[in-house]
């Protein structure tokens, strides 16, 4: 009452006296305050009770009026005042005290409200950026402080203000000479490649898996800890400081998750500056890259071990939305799912805004050493079908997910390394085994997980699996280690008895008609190779051609066979794949195979021997597991290289004997297949009704669901059914085949005779 008569008369006074300079009513509001902690006793009174905050934002009010009266650059009295006089030092301690109670919010909101409104460059102003550090170092020191959201967004405010003016960051870098005794504990080799790594949080090695509130069990990892929670400080103080970070990590753990993703969004804002001493200081120097591979860990270890490929396939999470949780789709571990998809996201995100490339590897390898080696690769190398089929799952999803270059490449560095223990497999090679795995389902999930990285499209993954066995066209006829020893006839002879030498005469007929055809062959491929139509029409041909009609039932459906569907789909694959694939840079020709290094024994690599080797059993496996494989074979054939056309694509590229090939597997099935549909009754018959039930209902007809094979033979039935829908997906992938050699023949003539 007497404080709100108090001003009333003020106000008269001021109106009654002579009119006063911006500088002048600046100064007052100061000094209202100032002498507000000399006269006032009772430190108990909130702030929100006092006229201080009023005074506080009358004294930003001249300031911002003084900045947009005068020209750009100029200081204006009001701020010299405040620059000379340490008025922001002051005013940091008296947030510091919190006194009066509410004073610390007060605070916060003034020097937001300054470095968001103020435009002229403050933050070089030693008495400017050094009460804005030691104010930073004040957020997020308490948990669960009612002052979290004025914090949080004077804190972004900062790194918004850094955002424009990189060079500054040194400013709120602490110098290693200040704590020489912590460096020296701290320092790690300079050589080493590794995440530097905070003490362990107590972790429970006592079992390998846990349960959750549910009574689920979960996947765990005995080498990831479970405490996410602690205090950062504990360890940001035991290296040197980069404060706007530590304060940035103590307050993305805030149970408010408003608050959590606004520190998420300042550390993404700090990451993507254009500062290499600021970049090193966040990626090195601060808890940054442990904090986020353990929640990750924690994330991923709180997951169900027994989730379906199918459900974890469907979440599509992004970081900082809900989308995932509101999709109508529920299932059991949904939320946890989505918890760790999203987390994943942000911190492929936070990798791709790195600023630079030291910084972005740093993340990324972090990454891969402390959460793919440390806690998934223990959960891929597993021997639990329901925890192999789990991890698989989840590390397809975060394939298909990622999107930084740097940790798609950790990625596959994780997936292709050599094993540390020369005795035991890598996991690539492991994954490839489980790719004929006695479960169907671990097979598909398998299978899906290496038609993932291809559609990556990138050089590293198509290099290491497939390209560097292909560099020495080993597999050519014409390849220098394509050598035949000719034995001597004197060393036969003694072998032979009399008369044998001499051929009957319908053998000797066959070979003649043999060597006709062969010599024809010859005449058609060596026409072909210096006539580019006529080759591309023969190579559709082989295609199209090599199932007999009798083995064919798709005329019995439509007109032209689905040629058209095929044609067009190819062509937008097509497109969209040489878009990517035209940056790498791969060349368009290669020496001739006779000048290639000579190859005694052709090795076509273990993921190609995988990949052959399921296409060669297509009438023997369930049609879940034909469609994976024959999609990546032709995920394959659409890629732009022209060793892998040549090789793996193209049918009339002369080869060595005995190199198993693309198209003569299909040849081997061919004959395998009309064999085993002699011993059918009316196989033509079933052959169609089996194509009807898998067009109308999109799925395979064959009874019961996937899962483990017994120990015992498939039944007649399923043999059978298999036979028939093996037929059926050989038949539209050759179709699919002649289509994809077609558009990449019109698509390379057109490139080159635009």
Request: proline fraction near 6%; glycine fraction near 4%; include cysteine.
């Amino acid at each position: 009452m007497f404080s709100k008569i108090g001003n009333i008369l003020q106000q008269a006074v001021d109106a009654l006296a002579p009119e006063s300079t911006p500088k002048d009513d600046f100064l007052y509001h100061w000094k209202c305050i100032t002498n507000f902690y000399v006269d006032n006793t009772d430190d108990k009174c909130p702030v929100s009770s006092t006229n201080i905050p009023s005074h506080l934002n009358q004294m930003l009010v001249f300031l911002v009026e003084e900045e947009q009266e005068r020209e750009s650059g100029n200081t204006g009295p009001c701020m010299e005042y405040l620059l000379q006089h340490k008025l922001l030092e002051t005013v940091h301690t008296l947030g510091r005290a919190d006194c009066p109670p509410g004073m610390k919010t007060q605070v916060l909101r003034f020097f937001t409200s300054l470095l968001g409104r103020i435009h002229q460059p403050l933050l070089p102003h030693v008495n400017v950026h050094r009460p804005v550090s030691k104010l930073v170092r004040v957020c997020g020191e308490v948990a669960a402080a009612p002052t979290e959201p004025e914090e949080i967004a004077f804190l972004c405010t900062v790194c918004a203000r850094l955002k424009q003016e990189p060079h500054l960051a040194h400013l709120f870098l602490r110098s290693k000479e200040q704590n020489p005794k912590t460096q020296k504990e701290m320092q790690y080799p300079s050589g080493s490649s590794s995440s530097p790594k905070p003490p362990r949080y107590d972790t429970n090695t006592a079992a390998d898996t846990k349960t959750s509130k549910g009574g689920a069990k979960t996947v765990s990892n005995p080498g990831a800890s479970n405490d996410s929670q602690g205090n950062l400080h504990s360890y940001a103080r035991k290296r040197e400081g980069y404060d706007l970070v530590d304060s940035l990590l103590n307050l993305s753990k805030s149970e408010d998750g408003r608050v959590a993703v606004k520190a998420c969004e300042g550390l993404m804002l700090l990451v993507s500056l254009q500062h290499k001493d600021a970049a090193r200081a966040l990626v090195q120097d601060t808890a940054l890259c442990y904090l986020l591979n353990l929640r990750l860990s924690s994330l991923f270890t709180a997951l169900p071990e027994d989730m379906d490929p199918v459900d974890v396939e469907s979440v599509e999470a992004k970081w900082g939305l809900d989308s995932g949780l509101h999709d109508g789709h529920k299932f059991k571990g949904k939320r946890a799912l989505v918890s760790f998809l999203s987390w994943f996201d942000y911190c492929d995100r936070l990798a791709a805004e790195g600023g630079s490339r030291e910084c972005r590897e740093y993340i990324s390898r972090s990454i891969r050493e402390e959460f793919f080696e440390q806690t998934l690769g223990p959960m891929l190398c597993a021997t639990n079908e329901r925890t192999i089929l789990t991890s698989t799952s989840i590390f397809a999803k975060l394939f298909y997910s990622v999107e930084c270059k740097d940790l798609l490449h950790e990625m596959l560095n994780f997936l292709l390394a050599e094993p540390k223990d020369q005795n035991s497999p890598s996991l690539l090679l492991r994954l490839l085994e489980r790719c004929d795995h006695l479960s169907d389902e671990i097979s598909i999930m398998s299978l899906q997980l290496f038609e993932t990285v291809l559609r990556k499209n990138d050089p590293m993954a198509i290099e290491a699996l497939i390209l560097k066995y292909l560099c020495d066209r080993g597999y050519h006829m014409e390849n220098p280690g394509n050598i035949v020893i000719q034995s001597e006839p004197a060393e036969l002879e003694w072998d032979l008895e009399p008369g044998l030498d001499v051929p009957p005469s319908d053998v000797a007929e066959a070979n003649r008609e043999a060597g006709v055809q062969e010599t024809e062959s010859r005449q058609a491929m060596n026409v072909a190779k210096y006539n580019p139509r006529l080759h591309v029409q023969q190579a559709v041909n082989c295609y199209l051609n090599v199932l007999p009609e009798a083995a064919k039932s798709s005329q019995t459906f439509d007109d032209d066979s689905g040629h058209d569907s095929y044609l067009r789909e190819a062509h937008r694959m097509y497109r969209d794949v040489q878009f990517v694939c035209g940056r790498f840079g791969w060349p368009k020709e290669f020496e001739s195979p006779e000048r290639c290094k000579a190859v005694a024994n052709f090795n076509e690599g273990p993921f190609m021997r995988m990949l052959l080797n399921k296409i060669s059993r297509l009438l023997d496996q369930p049609y879940e597991v034909n469609l994976v494989a024959t999609s990546i074979a032709s995920r394959l054939c659409l890629t732009p290289h022209s060793l892998l056309h040549e090789y793996f694509v193209d049918p009339l590229t002369p080869t060595r004997p005995n190199i198993k090939t693309l198209y003569g597997t299909i040849q081997q099935l061919t004959t395998e297949m009309m064999a085993r549909f002699a011993r059918v009754p009316n196989f033509k018959h079933k052959l169609v009704l089996t194509r009807k039930s898998l067009v109308g209902s999109n799925a395979s007809p064959a009874k019961g669901s996937l899962g483990s094979h017994s120990s015992q033979a498939m039944n007649v039935g399923n043999e059978l059914s298999h036979l028939l829908e093996g037929a059926i997906v050989l038949e539209e992938f050759c179709k699919e085949l002649a289509a994809i050699i077609f558009v990449k023949h019109h698509a390379t003539t057109a490139s080159t005779n635009p």
